[in-house]
């Protein structure tokens, strides 16, 4: 075993050297590793290798680098079936410490790839299919001239913008036509799968992400649902790791220095939820509201271009049917049902009949969300 921490050869049988001469130092509690390859360019050498199963990795690693310094941002090195290949350290808690027997070990393997690999997939939704939500697009606006041209903003740069409002408004579909029109990275992460099976899983995941949209700027961050971690304080000891993953989240925000365009992007549904020191990092909350009238006409007609049987409906009815439901809502609970309906039927063309069927069946209650919303 070694590392590049120690000089020495670390074999088991010289451990308790290595831990003599770190005697002062105190034992990590958590190592997050991420493979990197090897230290040089070799043919025959993959450089991709696959974790099948992390906790028997963990006790290979723990035995092998047991009693070396880890550092965050330095290397381990394995001896045994890959010698040579290289592990960074991600995370060391604590930093600078070194590896005992009750040190947990965690790899990162390619979750974060999936991830920006996932961002660099193209959707087709386009700017222009969101209906409404001009100051979202408005900030989006910015935010493209600001990528466009860094230089001009100094230090009036578009930081962090967090987008809130009822479900199905079209918050992350606009992220989603944002990734698609601008020619820079989206680094897209759900707030829910950042709480893992152990403490520090996501902070160590925040960590990451941030590096590599800071390595990759300029570079969006895209925090969905970011209520599921970002949680008020009152709440966070009902959800034990969501704390750490608070402060690794302010940690991160606030180290992106200002001469790095990273812009992050927080959604959520419910803002008053949300930790307040989070909170008042974004610049501005941009509120995404039901759609009115006109943007209800605009939805279904653009829904209805897509449509794979023919239509005879009252549109203008129509929209007065659906006040008080989002575009998500109007597309799966009002069309989609509808359409389906009729084919249920054996029909041919989607009716008001359908529609109705369809109304009927939802259980947003167009009444109720009148009550609610009036
Ligand atoms: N403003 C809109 N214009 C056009 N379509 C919309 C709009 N809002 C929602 N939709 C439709 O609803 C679907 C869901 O929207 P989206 O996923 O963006 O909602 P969201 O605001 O992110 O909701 P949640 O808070 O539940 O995550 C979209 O794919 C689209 O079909
Ligand atoms: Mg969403």
Redo the contacts with the bound molecule.
Sequence with gaps: MKSDNKKQELKPSNQKQVIKETENKEYAELVVVKPVGYPFDFNLMDEDIEITNKQLFEEYAREQWLGLVVRENSHLFDQKIIPDYGFEIVTAKPNNTIISENTRIKIITDELDKISNESKVKSD?RLS?????KNAKNKVKVITKYLEDPERFGPWAPKNVL?Y????????????ALANELEVPLYLIKATSLIGDHVGDGASKIHDLFKKASENSPSIIFI??IDAVALHRSFQSLRGDVSEIVNSLLTEMDGISDNKSVITIG???NPGSLDYAVRSRFEEEIE?KL?DDD?RL??IE??LKTMPLEYDLDLNKLVKLTKGL???????KILKTALHNTIANDGDIINMENIDYALKSTKIKNRDVKGMFE
């Design positions: 939704i299919d969101i209906v409404g939500q987008f409002g009822l479900p199905g408004t079209g918050k992350t579909m606009l992220v989603k969905d649902e959604a959520t549904n995404f759609p943007e605009t939805i653009n829904n989002s575009g998500r809502d109007i597309k799966e």
